[in-house]
T-cell receptor, first 111, second 112 residues
Framework: KQEVTQIPAALSVPEGENLVLNCSFTDSAIYNLQWFRQDPGKGLTSLLLIQSSQREQTSGRLNASLDKSSGRSTLYIAASQPGDSATYLCAANQAGTALIFGKGTTLSVSS | EAQVTQNPRYLITVTGKKLTVTCSQNMNHEYMSWYRQDPGLGLRQIYYSMNVEVTDKGDVPEGYKVSRKEKRNFPLILESPSPNQTSLYFC???????????FGSGTQLSVL
């Protein structure tokens, strides 16, 4: 059964720092992997979607990579800002099974 | 505005009293799904629907029912709620099974 792990569970950085969030999955037979952002008391917002045939996707200061062979995805945030503070979740989409989420990394960016 | 709308936002009920949480999307999406989010357990999929009249179980379907009679609506039904169903519930939709997911704002359910 697919398992998705996110390390670290929490991360604190000063404003302006570049950072990497990690997501690992146990079964490489995925359709895609998505990264989401969740603010306290709010729903999830999709940030980036990487299809299984792609290696990376970029949106503004965000870059997500996917390495199916090693079962890893990373979310790179450049020049972090206090407004980036949130919980970031990744989810693996696999044929015939439920969408499996990691438990998230809670990011705090201090000014 | 493209959105997924859940109602109610907050709900307090008692054990055994049937309830329905509604979900509606205005993006003509084929795929819709329900999740629950619990501290320490993260988000888990309850049910999903690939299209009208097509539904399937997710990871934690016990105690829940769904129906998809129209493309835009995907209600979640708790026939006999129990305290272990106290949770934060999210509805989501996407154009297809492997598309970008759009989430509703969530329903905080408390079963006493």
């Amino acid at each position: 059964k697919q398992e998705v792990t996110q390390i670290p569970a929490a991360l604190s950085v000063p404003e302006g720092e570049n950072l990497v969030l990690n997501c690992s999955f146990t079964d490489s037979a995925i359709y895609n992997l998505q990264w989401f952002r969740q603010d306290p008391g709010k729903g999830l917002t999709s940030l980036l979607l990487i299809q299984s045939s792609q290696r990376e996707q970029t949106s503004g200061r965000l870059n997500a990579s996917l390495d199916k062979s090693s079962g890893r995805s990373t979310l790179y945030i450049a020049a972090s800002q206090p407004g980036d503070s949130a919980t970031y979740l990744c989810a693996a989409n696999q044929a015939g099974t439920a969408l499996i989420f990691g438990k998230g990394t809670t990011l705090s960016v201090s000014s | 505005e493209a959105q997924v709308t859940q109602n109610p936002r907050y709900l307090i009920t008692v054990t055994g009293k049937k309830l329905t949480v509604t979900c509606s999307q205005n993006m003509n999406h084929e795929y819709m799904s329900w999740y629950r989010q619990d501290p320490g357990l993260g988000l888990r999929q309850i049910y999903y629907s690939m299209n009208v009249e097509v539904t399937d179980k997710g990871d934690v379907p016990e105690g829940y029912k769904v129906s998809r009679k129209e493309k835009r609506n995907f209600p979640l039904i708790l026939e006999s709620p129990s305290p272990n169903q106290t949770s934060l519930y999210f509805c989501a939709s996407s154009l297809g099974y492997n598309g970008k997911l759009f989430f509703g704002s969530g329903t905080q359910l408390s079963v006493l």
